[in-house]
């Protein structure tokens, strides 16, 4: 019950922080219309013409854990502070400097959302990234996760980017509505170290929204499998 608290009441937060980051992005728009002489975003000189897609790029936190953008439409890459991996993030990604954290330089936790505002669906994404882990306590890590995800079914398994990766996903309802969860933990097949990856869709505010599994699935996997760790 505990776990399932904490979930919900992240969930709240990143409902907050996505509409101040909307209603910030708002206020810019409103004060260049105001005053044609601001200064635009360096972005506008690379012909980009729909600025509220490039949130990542225009949020001051955010921009700085990318190292290349439109690394492919509609996607910039991201890499963590401790330069221990890096993915992908959508390009109307956020990450809140509350929703990041380092602990010891070994480990670090980076929750970014994003939105789909046509189809009233917010994403988050959190991944947490440890450089070293006690050897043969693999099963251990699983343990706790499928337990911490409310998962009682089995991991599915598959290998990329010399990682080995368990993985799993459901949809299931509560006071905030239908959402659908995918997660999966990556182990380096050449060191000690990991990387969890929890993806979030759900139903942005009161509206309904509907979730189509495999769709939202083979995003979810689009940005699990981006996932490289890094040598350190």
């Not at 972005?43 to 225009?58: I, P, S, T």
């Not at 990556?186 to 990991?194: I, P």
Request: proline share 3%.
């Amino acid at each position: 019950m505990k776990t399932w608290l904490r979930i919900s009441a992240l969930w709240a937060m990143l409902l907050i922080v996505g509409c101040n980051t909307a209603n910030n992005q708002q206020e810019l728009e409103e004060e260049t219309q105001e005053d044609p002489s601001t200064e635009q975003p360096s972005v506008e000189d690379e012909g980009v013409d729909n600025e509220d897609d490039r949130l990542a790029v225009e949020h001051e936190f955010t921009n700085n854990f990318l190292v290349e953008i439109d690394v492919e439409p509609g996607f910039h890459q991201m890499r963590g502070k401790l330069d221990g991996f890096e993915m992908l993030i959508p390009e109307n990604g956020i990450i809140s400097d509350l929703l990041h954290a380092t602990e010891n330089n070994d480990a670090e936790t980076v929750i970014y959302t994003f939105n789909n505002e046509p189809e009233k669906k917010l994403y988050d994404v959190q991944v947490m990234y440890q450089s070293h882990y006690p050897e043969g306590l693999e099963q251990s890590y699983l343990n706790v996760f499928k337990h911490a995800n409310n998962f009682e079914g089995e991991y599915e398994y598959t290998e990329v980017n010399d990682l080995e990766v368990y993985y799993g996903s459901y949809e299931d309802e509560d006071e905030y509505g239908p959402y659908l969860k995918y997660f999966g933990y990556l182990f380096s097949a050449d060191n000690n170290q990991l990387i969890s990856f929890s993806f979030t869709v759900m139903c942005q505010g009161e509206e309904n929204c509907n979730f189509n599994h495999e769709e939202e699935a083979e995003m979810a996997e689009k940005l699990m499998y981006s996932i490289r760790l890094l040598d350190q």
